[in-house]
C-alpha cells in the first residue's frame, strides 16, 4: 500500500511539474502588462472620423498589474509632467480606472472626474478604450500594442 502511495503521490508530482502553466498576459480579455499607446480615434456621429498618430517623440505607456493601473506620458512639445497611478477593474465590457495620486497637471483633472470609464474592446496583443460622452455617443479612442 505504501508503494502504491508513494507511486501515486509521484505520479501527481511529475504531473503537476510538467503540466504547461498558463500564461494569463497573454490571454484575450486580460490587460496584465505593459501597453504603448499606438494612436487615437477622434469620433463623429458615432463613426471614426479622423486617426491622430503620436507624433515626434510623443510616447505613453500602460502597467496594469494585480489590479493596479500605472500609466506615463511623454510629449517633448509639454514641459508638464503626466503621469497617474491608481486601481482599475473591468466589468461587462467596461473599464474603469480610479485615479489615487497623479502629477500636478493630472491632479487637477482628478479633482473634477476621479473615476474614468471606458469602453474597453480587447484582442490578445491589443485593446481600445473608447471614451463615452454623456449622451452615451463615442468621442475618443486610446489604441494600445501590447509591449513584448
Known amino acids: 500500500m505504501k508503494t502504491f502511495v508513494l507511486i501515486l503521490f509521484g505520479m501527481c508530482s511529475l504531473l503537476a511539474l510538467t503540466q504547461e502553466k498558463k500564461d494569463t498576459a497573454t490571454e484575450p480579455n486580460n ?8 494612436h487615437q480615434y ?9 486617426t491622430v498618430l503620436n507624433q515626434n517623440g510623443y510616447r ?3 502597467i496594469y498589474s494585480k489590479g493596479k493601473v500605472m500609466w506615463t506620458r511623454f510629449d517633448p512639445k509639454d514641459d ?9 477593474s473591468i466589468k461587462d465590457g ?3 480606472e480610479h485615479l489615487e495620486y497623479a502629477s500636478g497637471p493630472m491632479m487637477k483633472i482628478i ?3 476621479q473615476v ?7 484582442s490578445k496583443n491589443s485593446y481600445q478604450q473608447i471614451n463615452i460622452d454623456e449622451e452615451g455617443h ?9 509591449v513584448n
Open 138 to 146: 463615442y468621442s475618443l479612442a486610446e489604441n494600445y500594442q501590447r
Open 60 to 62: 505613453q505607456v500602460k
Open 42 to 50: 477622434l469620433y463623429e456621429d458615432n463613426q471614426i472620423s479622423d
Open 94 to 96: 467596461i473599464l474603469e
Open 111 to 113: 479633482d473634477t472626474m
Open 80 to 88: 508638464n509632467e503626466w503621469f497617474g497611478y491608481g486601481t482599475y
Open 31 to 38: 490587460l496584465e502588462g505593459v501597453w504603448e499607446l499606438k
Open 116 to 122: 474614468f470609464k471606458f469602453e474597453l474592446i480587447m
